[in-house]
């Protein structure tokens, strides 16, 4: 079953604890990533009925040194990214059981890793 974390980004604050917990859990030197925290905007758009709106969000996107954290996986822990979120704002497990969380009420991210079991 392929595993992935899904993140509700509507609720992410931008508070980088996702990306130090990585690169403390992969001993990752400056300006390497297993997470990379993205912030889109602030911008001004228009929605359908022409009113406006600003768009400021922070995404954390896997790279590909991420290891879904295989070894603390094995132990029966969660990724070190997700145990560490300040929102609680991700979610790690199989795919299909994190597409299920995905109701439409806010925005969410399903990244997938390399780790199958
Ligand atoms: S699952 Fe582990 S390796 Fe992947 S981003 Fe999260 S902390 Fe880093
Ligand atoms: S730890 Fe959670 S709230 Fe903080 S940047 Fe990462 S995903 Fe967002």
Request: proline share 3%; hydrophobic share 35%.
């Amino acid at each position: 079953m392929t595993k992935g974390i899904l993140i509700n980004y509507e609720f992410c604050t931008g508070c980088h604890s996702c990306e130090v917990a990585c690169k403390k859990e992969l001993g990752l030197d400056f300006g390497e990533f297993g997470i990379k925290l993205e912030q889109v905007g602030p911008y001004k758009y228009q929605t359908g009925d022409l009113s406006e709106k600003w768009e400021w969000t922070y995404l954390p996107v896997l790279t590909k040194a991420c290891t879904m954290c295989e070894d603390r996986v094995k132990t029966g822990k969660m990724p070190a990214c997700v145990q560490h979120c300040q929102a609680w704002c991700m979610y790690f497990g199989d795919v299909e059981d994190l597409a299920r969380k995905i109701d439409g009420s806010s925005r969410c991210a399903l990244m997938t890793g390399a780790v199958t079991s």
